[in-house]
């Protein structure tokens, strides 16, 4: 078995976990939750930058970030599945480093917040970290990741970043961005580990 170090509510954990269910290795997977902000667990060994998700194969060596594990899992599945092999590789990858870069900038609003106390808060830090979020989602809004013959790493991260939005930010992105509203429902019916990872 692999272990998976991660939380219920990590975006990139997510990720891990979906593709781990398109590639039909989840259940060679054990899910061993991580508190990041727990200076006892092990995870601070395990990858020395304290972050989630972190893999465990089974010979203990540990992988890390969420990029490297999806293409060792992709890999793993024979390879081409989630990530293709030719000519559409870097342009997935690249929309998944999009989709990442969404999920950090939101996700360092959200940090700025629990580590800050109100008047410490830099709302100019938090508004640049904003536009980010905005410019990748109108971006995404008109370059759409293919769903079809099967998502692909770039659509999982971005659906990931969208459930990232939603649960933090309650869903405001919706309201602008007509197309991406569709695009997840679609996401949603062609893979049903997207709602078995909600929390
Ligand atoms: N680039 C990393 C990002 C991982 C990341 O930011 N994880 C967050 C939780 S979703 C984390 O562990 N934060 C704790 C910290 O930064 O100390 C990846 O793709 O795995």
């Keep these: 078995m692999m272990i998976l170090r991660s939380a219920p509510p990590s975006p990139f954990g997510r990720k891990v976990k979906i593709a781990a269910h398109l590639l039909n290795?989840?259940?060679e997977?054990?899910?061993?939750p991580a508190n990041t902000m727990d200076?006892?667990?092990?995870?601070?060994?395990?990858n020395p930058l304290g972050k989630i998700p972190a893999l465990i194969m089974e010979s203990g060596d540990v992988l890390y970030d969420s990029r490297v594990i999806i293409e060792y899992l992709d890999g793993r599945a024979g390879g081409g599945?989630?990530?293709p092999k030719g000519a559409q590789r870097f342009p997935v990858l690249t929309a998944q480093a999009l989709a990442d870069g969404i999920m950090d900038a939101a996700i360092l609003q959200i940090y700025e917040t629990r580590w800050r106390e109100e008047p410490h808060r830099h709302e100019g830090w938090l508004a640049h970290q904003?536009?980010?979020v905005q410019r990748g989602l109108r971006y995404f809004?008109?370059?759409?990741?293919?769903?079809?013959?099967?998502?692909?790493a770039d659509a999982i991260a971005l659906a990931c970043a969208l459930g990232y939005l939603d649960l933090r930010f309650n869903?405001?992105?919706?309201?602008?961005?007509?197309?991406l509203v569709k695009w997840l429902e679609s996401f949603a019916k062609a893979v049903p580990a997207f709602a078995e990872t909600a929390v």
Aim: glycine share 2%.
């Design 141 to 152: 809004e008109n370059h759409l990741p293919e769903l079809t013959p099967h998502p692909q």
């Design 171 to 179: 869903g405001m992105w919706r309201e602008h961005h007509p197309n």
């Design 25 to 27: 290795l989840y259940h």
């Design 130 to 132: 904003n536009e980010k």
């Design 29 to 32: 997977i054990e899910i061993i």
């Design 39 to 46: 200076p006892q667990d092990a995870l601070r060994h395990q």
């Design 81 to 83: 599945v989630i990530l």
